[in-house]
C-alpha cells in the first residue's frame, strides 16, 4: 500500500501503545481509596499491610474497651413482686450519693430509663458490702452477696444464678427486710459490635476475642456476640504469643485500644488499633480507627478487598486493551477492510484512561 501506509500504520501503533492507562491502572485506584479511607476516619499508615488485608481470614478483638466500652453498666434487672422500674429507681436513689464506680452505672441506668430519683434521708456506706438510706420513712439498702450471707437471706431466686456464672456483678435491693429486686452489671457490649462480626462474618472472616478476664466473663461476651472463638485469663505478656499461635492457622488482624494490646498488634499480619487508645497502641499499628467504632475494622477490610478487585479490574482493561487495539492499529485486519486512523487511536487511547480512571472513582459508589 505504499510508504503512507506504512507510516499511518506506525503513527497509530505508537499513538495506541502510549501506556497511559496502564501505566494509571494501580496509582489512580491507590489514591482514591487512601482518600476514601481517610474521609471515613481509617488512617492507613502501612499501604503494604493494608493491602494484605485482603488475604486475612481471621480477626482477633481485644474485649476491654474495643468490644466492650470499658465501663459497668446495668444488663439485667431482676424484680422479686413488684415492677423492674421501681427497683431501678429506688436503687438509683440511694446509690446516687455513692462515688463507686457501680454505684455510677446504677444511676446512668435509671437516666436512661427517664425515672426521676427519689430524696434519700440518712445515706451512709457500708464498707465492703453496699450503702444504704431511708425513702420516705423506710430503710433501703443496696448491698453485695456477702451482705445477704451474713443476715441469711436467699439470694432472690432461681435467676440470678445462671447471672453469676456470666461473670457479672450481682447487687441486691432490699427495703426494710425484704429482698426486692437485685440488678446485674458488666462490662458493657458496645451496641455496634454484634453488627461488626456480622459483617466480617459475611466476608468469611472468623471472629475471635482475647481477654485478661475470667473465663465466665468471656463466654458471655462472646456468645452474645455470636464470635467463633475466644481467650480468656490472657495476661498482657501473652497477648503476643497467642497472636503467634493463631498465626500458625490463619492470616490475622489483631484489633485493640491498650498499651498491652501493642505487642500483639506488631506481631498480627494486620495491626489494627482504634484512635481512643494509647498512643503506644497507635505507634504499633498497621491502620489506625480514628473513631472508637468496630464496624470500622470490617470496613478496613472491605475497602482493601474491593481496592484490590478495582487494580485487578484496571489491569485487566489496560492490557486486554493493548493487546486488541495493537495489532488493529498494526493494520492486522485490514483484508476485512478494518483499519485504525491515528485519530481513532488516539480517541481510543484516551478512552481507554478515561475509563481507568472511572472504574477507579468507582470505589466511592
Same mark, same amino acid.
Given at each position: 500500500e505504499g510508504t503512507g501506509f506504512a507510516v499511518e500504520r506506525a503513527a497509530t501503533v505508537m499513538v495506541i501503545a502510549c501506556p497511559h492507562a496502564l501505566g494509571l491502572a494501580v496509582p489512580l485506584v491507590v489514591a482514591v481509596s487512601t482518600a476514601l479511607a481517610a474521609h471515613s476516619g481509617l488512617l492507613i499508615r502501612d499501604r503494604a499491610a493494608f493491602e494484605r488485608a485482603k488475604d486475612l481470614e481471621a480477626v482477633v478483638f481485644d474485649k476491654t474497651g474495643t468490644l466492650t466500652t470499658g465501663t459497668f453498666g446495668v444488663t439485667d434487672v *431482676? !424484680?422479686?413482686g413488684g415492677a423492674e422500674a421501681d427497683v431501678v429507681r429506688a436503687a438509683a436513689s440511694v446509690e446516687a450519693h455513692s462515688e463507686h464506680p457501680l454505684a455510677r452505672a446504677v444511676v446512668r441506668s435509671a437516666e436512661e430509663r427517664g425515672l426521676? *430519683? *427519689?430524696? +434519700?434521708?440518712?445515706f451512709r456506706a457500708l464498707p465492703g458490702k453496699g450503702v444504704e438510706g431511708s425513702i420516705g420513712g423506710r430503710r433501703v439498702s443496696v448491698v453485695g452477696p456477702g451482705y445477704l450471707a451474713e443476715r441469711g437471706m436467699a439470694a432472690g431466686d432461681e435467676r440470678v444464678g445462671p447471672l453469676r456464672r456470666q461473670g457479672k456483678t450481682v447487687v441486691f435491693l432490699i427495703e426494710g427486710d425484704r429482698l426486692t429486686g437485685a440488678l446485674a452489671l458488666a462490662d458493657i457490649i458496645r451496641p455496634e459490635s454484634g453488627e461488626a462480626?456480622?459483617?466480617? /462474618?459475611?466476608?468469611?472472616?472468623?471472629?475471635?476475642? *482475647?481477654t485478661g478476664d475470667h473465663h465466665d466473663v468471656a463466654a458471655w461476651v462472646a456468645g452474645e456476640l455470636g464470635l467463633d472463638e475466644f481467650f480468656a485469663g490472657v495476661l498482657p505478656h501473652e497477648k503476643a !504469643? /497467642?497472636?503467634r499461635e493463631i &498465626?500458625? &492457622?490463619y492470616r490475622v488482624a489483631m484489633v485493640g485500644d491498650g498499651i498491652n494490646d501493642a505487642p500483639a498488634l506488631v506481631e498480627a499480619d494486620l495491626g489494627i488499633a482504634i484512635g481512643a487508645g494509647t498512643? +503506644? !497502641?497507635v505507634e504499633s499499628a498497621d491502620i489506625v480507627l480514628v473513631r472508637s467504632d468496630p464496624r470500622d475494622a470490617a470496613a478496613i477490610i472491605d475497602l482493601a478487598k474491593k481496592t484490590y478487585r478495582k487494580m485487578v479490574e484496571n489491569l485487566l482493561w489496560a492490557t486486554g486493551y493493548n493487546a486488541v487495539a495493537i495489532p488493529l492499529a498494526a493494520g492486522v485486519l485490514f483484508g476485512a477492510g478494518i483499519v485504525l486512523t491515528p485519530a481513532a487511536g488516539a480517541v481510543l487511547m484516551s478512552a481507554s484512561t478515561v475509563i481507568v480512571a472511572v472504574n477507579a472513582r468507582m470505589l466511592r459508589v
Amino acid at each position: 500500500e505504499g510508504t503512507g501506509f506504512a507510516v499511518e500504520r506506525a503513527a497509530t501503533v505508537m499513538v495506541i501503545a502510549c501506556p497511559h492507562a496502564l501505566g494509571l491502572a494501580v496509582p489512580l485506584v491507590v489514591a482514591v481509596s487512601t482518600a476514601l479511607a481517610a474521609h471515613s476516619g481509617l488512617l492507613i499508615r502501612d499501604r503494604a499491610a493494608f493491602e494484605r488485608a485482603k488475604d486475612l481470614e481471621a480477626v482477633v478483638f481485644d474485649k476491654t474497651g474495643t468490644l466492650t466500652t470499658g465501663t459497668f453498666g446495668v444488663t439485667d434487672v *431482676l !424484680a422479686f413482686g413488684g415492677a423492674e422500674a421501681d427497683v431501678v429507681r429506688a436503687a438509683a436513689s440511694v446509690e446516687a450519693h455513692s462515688e463507686h464506680p457501680l454505684a455510677r452505672a446504677v444511676v446512668r441506668s435509671a437516666e436512661e430509663r427517664g425515672l426521676s *430519683l *427519689l430524696p +434519700v434521708a440518712g445515706f451512709r456506706a457500708l464498707p465492703g458490702k453496699g450503702v444504704e438510706g431511708s425513702i420516705g420513712g423506710r430503710r433501703v439498702s443496696v448491698v453485695g452477696p456477702g451482705y445477704l450471707a451474713e443476715r441469711g437471706m436467699a439470694a432472690g431466686d432461681e435467676r440470678v444464678g445462671p447471672l453469676r456464672r456470666q461473670g457479672k456483678t450481682v447487687v441486691f435491693l432490699i427495703e426494710g427486710d425484704r429482698l426486692t429486686g437485685a440488678l446485674a452489671l458488666a462490662d458493657i457490649i458496645r451496641p455496634e459490635s454484634g453488627e461488626a462480626i456480622r459483617r466480617l /462474618k459475611g466476608m468469611g472472616i472468623r471472629c475471635m476475642m *482475647l481477654t485478661g478476664d475470667h473465663h465466665d466473663v468471656a463466654a458471655w461476651v462472646a456468645g452474645e456476640l455470636g464470635l467463633d472463638e475466644f481467650f480468656a485469663g490472657v495476661l498482657p505478656h501473652e497477648k503476643a !504469643a /497467642k497472636i503467634r499461635e493463631i &498465626r500458625r &492457622r490463619y492470616r490475622v488482624a489483631m484489633v485493640g485500644d491498650g498499651i498491652n494490646d501493642a505487642p500483639a498488634l506488631v506481631e498480627a499480619d494486620l495491626g489494627i488499633a482504634i484512635g481512643a487508645g494509647t498512643d +503506644v !497502641a497507635v505507634e504499633s499499628a498497621d491502620i489506625v480507627l480514628v473513631r472508637s467504632d468496630p464496624r470500622d475494622a470490617a470496613a478496613i477490610i472491605d475497602l482493601a478487598k474491593k481496592t484490590y478487585r478495582k487494580m485487578v479490574e484496571n489491569l485487566l482493561w489496560a492490557t486486554g486493551y493493548n493487546a486488541v487495539a495493537i495489532p488493529l492499529a498494526a493494520g492486522v485486519l485490514f483484508g476485512a477492510g478494518i483499519v485504525l486512523t491515528p485519530a481513532a487511536g488516539a480517541v481510543l487511547m484516551s478512552a481507554s484512561t478515561v475509563i481507568v480512571a472511572v472504574n477507579a472513582r468507582m470505589l466511592r459508589v
